[in-house]
């Protein structure tokens, strides 16, 4: 059974940092792309940082220069490392593993759970 935990979220004032974790069970991390994704109330879910497998990291406009993935291979765990958080990167925060299936032709994708991020003095 295949298992993404994110953790990490929390209470932070504008300014500050946090690191969110997508802990994984039942798959290899390393065999997957990584994608981190937000979702402000009243919004739709959006990309903030992919790292694929190929090693290649993308992020979002909102967020370069502020957030950074990468992933502990060991562990099984990717990361998303926030500095200089604003008010507007208030959202949940998911994670999401995906790789290409040769065989259905299709993408195996796995969520994480979610983790709050609230920005606010």
């Known amino acids: 059974q295949v298992q993404l935990v994110d953790s990490g979220g929390g209470l932070v004032q504008p300014g500050g940092s946090l690191r969110l974790s997508c802990a994984a069970s039942?798959?290899?991390?390393?065999?997957?792309?990584m994608m981190w994704y937000r979702q402000a109330p009243g919004k739709q879910r959006e990309l903030v940082a992919e790292?694929?497998?190929?090693?290649?990291?993308v992020s979002a406009d909102s967020v370069k220069g502020r957030f950074a993935i990468s992933r502990d291979n060991a562990k099984n765990t990717a990361y998303l490392q926030m500095n200089s958080l604003k008010a507007e990167d208030t959202a949940v925060y998911y994670c999401?593993?995906?790789?290409?299936?040769?065989?259905?032709?299709?993408?195996?994708?796995?969520w994480g759970q979610g983790t709050q991020v609230t920005v606010s003095s």
């Open positions: 039942g798959i290899i991390l390393s065999n997957y792309d």
């Open positions: 999401k593993a995906a790789r290409f299936n040769p065989k259905t032709s299709n993408w195996d994708d796995y």
């Open positions: 790292d694929s497998s190929g090693g290649r990291t």
